[in-house]
């Protein structure tokens, strides 16, 4: 059973600039979720994916939006980066939507914006 | 609007002894309560989750932790501590009733296994 992978694993972008983030779900999996980890504190939820469409979000801008493939893999794009994207991102996914799954996490994708 | 409280940002303890790892929680319905570790570079790992059913839940590692609906609090205990079990610990919860699929995570408790 492969676990969920996301990439790349460290990315360097100038203020301003875009930036697309990638996950691939974990076997068997059709839901996925993005989080924001600020460094010292908890993740913080984005958004979730269920069958290709956003069904929950969190208080984040529209620029930070995704997109979910039939193959379940998703991707986060983060528009007119700020110096406060700044963060650890993680990807995870579930079996289901269903509210009383756990999730399983990848290892982040580490954004730093200068 | 549903929150998470973990009271203490670190936690110190004797390999051998028990350990407590404190989260306390604000829902408006019943929660479902989880708990996850994350070790440096790492991303989080699930141990356990309370939905319903008895209150002492038992996970991965040897973790368990004690659903208290009066005291809201969803505490996470090991018998008898490692030096591998030394990490950065958090609790989430689910407001079910919100109909949101939001996990809300606590800021964190570092937990120091010392030999």
């Known amino acids: 059973e492969t676990g969920v992978t996301q990439s790349p694993t460290h990315l360097i972008k100038t203020r301003g600039q875009q930036v697309t983030l990638r996950c691939s779900s974990q076997s068997g999996h059709n839901t996925v979720s993005w989080y924001q980890q600020a460094l010292g504190q908890g993740p913080q939820f984005i958004f979730q994916?269920?069958?290709?469409?956003?069904?929950g979000r969190g208080n984040f801008p529209p620029r930070f939006s995704g997109l979910q493939f039939p193959n379940y893999s998703s991707e986060l794009n983060v528009n007119a980066l700020e110096l406060d994207d700044s963060a650890l991102y993680l990807c995870?996914?579930?079996?289901?939507?269903?509210?009383?799954?756990?999730?399983?996490f990848g290892p982040g994708t580490r954004l730093t914006v200068t | 609007a549903q929150s998470v409280a973990q009271p203490e940002d670190q936690v110190n303890v004797a390999e051998g002894n028990p350990l407590t790892v404190k989260c306390t929680y604000s829902?408006?319905?019943?929660?479902?309560l989880f708990w996850y570790v994350q070790y440096p570079n790492r991303g989080l790992q699930f141990l356990l989750k309370y939905i319903t059913g008895d209150n002492l839940v038992k996970g991965s590692y040897g973790f368990e932790a004690e659903f208290n609906k009066s005291q809201t609090s969803f505490h996470l205990k090991k018998p008898s501590a490692l030096v591998s079990d030394s990490a950065l610990y958090f609790c989430a919860v689910r407001d079910p009733g919100a109909g949101s699929y939001q996990l809300t995570f606590g800021k964190g408790t570092k937990l120091s296994v010392i030999p």
């Open positions: 995870a996914s579930s079996p289901w939507a269903a509210v009383a799954y756990e999730q399983y």
């Open positions: 994916y269920y069958r290709e469409e956003e069904n």
């Open positions: 829902v408006s319905g019943n929660p479902y």
